[in-house]
């Protein structure tokens, strides 16, 4: 059971995270324990064979199938990861009674003060999951919009001449969500990683193909604009879903924000 767990939530977490922010080492974990459960001689020696290493498989393989498919059946994102913390810990109470020859109360008890730090640690710092089922389909720096459709790619690097020509350019992200996922999000504008905006954008609403389109435009830009730029898809309870990235080369006096 706890190998099907692996193999159906491995694509999903590999699909949402980010290779270079803080929530793809989730998806090694997921990786490391679907391949030990996967050879089963060394599922014997590692896990079976160390009953403290078998609950720590069996918690995380559990909270990755819950914080996936919580969100499937209309559960907000973020009571999913803190309902799949709590529920995937709490359900080591019988293994806690069987270890331990306590009482049902006394092991129900510890389970459950174990279950409410792990989803405090879980509601702490939700970055560190990804956002399954949210991905990111497609995300293009564009010089404007046609309805909801880029309009005039924008390359990178880009001169800060040509961005002061430009006067503004527009982040257009689509990101990808199942029929019945509704999830807040917002664009986080990034300059050498220091945030410049915060754009507040129109919920998602899962089950469109071509994913649910959203866009943020800037138009006001440092008065010496050169450095790595970045533009952060997040949820609003801190979940990175993808990174659009582009440098200014140069300087050029543009009207300070």
């Known amino acids: 059971m706890v190998y099907l767990f692996l193999l159906f939530s491995l694509p999903a977490y590999y699909a949402s995270a980010t290779l270079t922010s803080v929530n793809f080492p989730f998806v090694l974990v997921i990786l490391a324990l679907a391949l030990l459960a996967t050879f089963d001689p060394w599922y014997r020696a590692i896990v079976e064979a160390r009953p403290h290493v078998r609950y720590v498989f069996l918690v995380v393989s559990t909270f990755a199938a819950l914080a996936l498919a919580l969100p499937l059946v209309r559960v907000p994102a973020y009571a999913s990861l803190l309902l799949s913390a709590w529920i995937s810990v709490f359900a080591l109470a019988p293994a806690i009674l069987r270890a331990r020859g306590w009482r049902l109360r006394r092991a ?148 300070a924000r």
Do not use: C
């Open 108 to 255: 129900l008890g510890v389970a459950g003060a174990l279950a409410f730090g792990a989803a405090a640690f879980v509601g702490l710092f939700p970055a560190l999951i990804p956002p399954v089922p949210l991905s990111l389909s497609r995300a293009v720096l564009a010089r404007s919009l046609d309805g909801l459709e880029p309009m005039g790619s924008v390359g990178s690097p880009i001169a800060a001449a040509d961005l002061r020509k430009l006067g503004s350019v527009v982040a257009y992200t689509a990101i990808y969500a199942p029929q019945g996922v509704s999830q807040g999000v917002v664009h986080v504008w990034r300059r050498d990683g220091a945030v410049v905006n915060v754009v507040p954008l129109t919920p998602v609403e899962g089950g469109r193909r071509e994913g649910f389109r959203t866009f943020s435009r800037k138009s006001v830009f440092p008065a010496d604009p050169a450095g790595r730029w970045s533009v952060d898809v997040m949820t609003t309870s801190g979940q990175l879903i993808g990174r659009l990235r582009f440098r200014v080369e140069g300087s050029v006096d543009l009207p």
